[in-house]
């Protein structure tokens, strides 16, 4: 059996050459084909499209010339360090590389290489695939990925803001609806009330000054005010919008309101001074309302000076915070004053420093509101032992809450 020899097989024919460069020539991947020193031996169009050059260009030249710093400096390295160690980094593994144009552009390319001896000579053969779009599609995921989770972040954040919210929503209308409550309590407590206090009060007149049971019926009575005066204070505080608007001359209306407790006063020992300009406007307001507020705080500085003392009663045309034109009344006392830490609460709807059963601490939250429904503001400043002044700002014209 004649032998064959080796070098033939290894030695490709003419024939097996072009039908390689043929098949090279059509493949739609590039490749490229290197010896042991890096040089290239082969470029096909696909790869001549790739990297901008034509074969003629680079054959023979460095394959770094197709590679951005830093690799174009360190290939060679690669390549000798390969032939030393026969260890393989990239042969037949293949790896994400970024390659140059002859235009110096830079893309990402997926590069295969794998090696080929014919006879002595050794060759590596790289397949390369340009992975721009596979990679601007990845980032263009990362990002519709980063927007995902910013808006989801801002989602969890308005989130929040919507249960903060309805949490202050049900407060409000928890607040809204024991209002209502107490409002409607005090509308049915009102009737039998009025029955039980006329009933004491021919009780009272029918039993002789000396009757042992006089005392009692008095006892009852007063209680029977005191509930009277919570049920009028807590339909006070929660009417609203029933005002009914007219012509006002407020320093009038003090002093009008100054004589339900002058009497009071004189026996409390408390001097009214009346420092009420001539010339404050008339004002558009609800004149039982104010006579309510008034009547509230001359009963506080009243209180407030149980050893007596000066009670100053003072109006004059003004201005609110915001400039528009205004009425001031102030009612200073020379009393006990407010301690400073409790002054930011005494407007509060139930704060009182009274005893059990004096007061109900509604009258500052009953002024307060009814002067913000006239569109005004009230002011307290108070100084402990030295005594408490009380500033209300009613606006003159017409740009109240008032129904006209
Ligand atoms: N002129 C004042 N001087 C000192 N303290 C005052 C004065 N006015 C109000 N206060 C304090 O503010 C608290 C609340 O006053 P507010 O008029 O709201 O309720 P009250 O007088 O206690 O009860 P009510 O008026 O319902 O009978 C009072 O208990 C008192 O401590
Ligand atoms: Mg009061």
Request: proline share 4%; with cysteine; aromatic share 4%.
């Amino acid at each position: 059996m004649p032998t064959v020899d080796p070098g033939l097989v290894e030695q490709p024919s003419r024939d097996s050459v072009t039908r390689a460069e043929a098949i090279l020539a059509t493949t739609v991947d590039a490749v490229m084909v290197i010896d042991e020193r890096g040089l290239i031996e082969v470029l096909n169009p696909a790869a001549e499209r790739m990297f901008g050059y034509a074969a003629g260009e680079v054959i023979g030249r460095n394959i770094n010339v197709l590679m951005p710093e830093p690799y174009r400096g360190e290939h060679d390295g690669y390549l000798a360090n390969y032939l030393r160690t026969g260890q393989k980094k990239i042969i037949g593994i293949g790896r994400e590389v970024v390659g140059r144009r002859k235009d110096g552009t830079v893309f990402p390319m997926d590069l295969a290489v794998s090696e080929a001896r014919v006879g002595e000579h050794r060759s590596f053969v790289g397949i390369v695939r340009d992975v721009t779009e596979r990679k601007q599609a990845e980032e263009a995921l990362r990002e519709s990925h980063r927007q995902l989770e910013t808006a989801l972040a801002a989602l969890q954040t308005k989130g929040e803001e919507v249960k903060v919210m309805s949490q202050q929503l049900w407060q409000a209308a928890k607040l809204a609806s024991v209002g209502e409550l107490a409002a409607s309590i005090a509308h049915e407590l009102n009737n039998p009330l009025a029955t039980v206090s006329l009933r004491m009060e021919s009780l009272l007149a029918q039993t002789a000054a000396d009757d042992p049971r006089r005392r009692l019926l008095e006892v009852v009575e007063q209680e029977v005010d005191r509930m009277a005066d919570l049920v009028a204070n807590l339909l006070q505080f929660s009417r609203r919008g029933q005002q009914r608007a007219s012509s006002v001359n407020l320093g009038e209306d003090l002093v009008k309101t100054l004589e339900l407790v002058q009497h009071h006063f004189r026996s409390r020992h408390i001097r009214v001074v009346q420092e009420l300009a001539s010339d404050v406007p008339v004002i558009q307001a609800d004149r039982q309302l104010l006579r309510q507020v008034f009547l509230n705080l001359l009963t506080n500085a009243g209180d407030a000076m149980p050893e007596g003392g000066t009670l100053t009663l003072r109006s004059a045309p003004g201005f609110l915070g915001d400039g528009r034109p205004a009425v001031v009344i102030e009612f200073a006392d020379t009393g006990l004053g407010i301690p400073r830490e409790l002054l930011p609460r005494v407007m509060e709807p139930f704060f009182t420093t009274k005893e059990e059963g004096k007061g109900t601490g509604l009258g500052l939250a009953i002024c307060r509101r009814a002067v913000q429904e006239h569109g005004g503001t009230i002011h307290i400043t108070s100084e402990l032992g030295k005594g408490t002044t009380v500033r209300i700002a009613l606006p003159i014209g017409n740009d109240t809450n008032v129904d006209h």
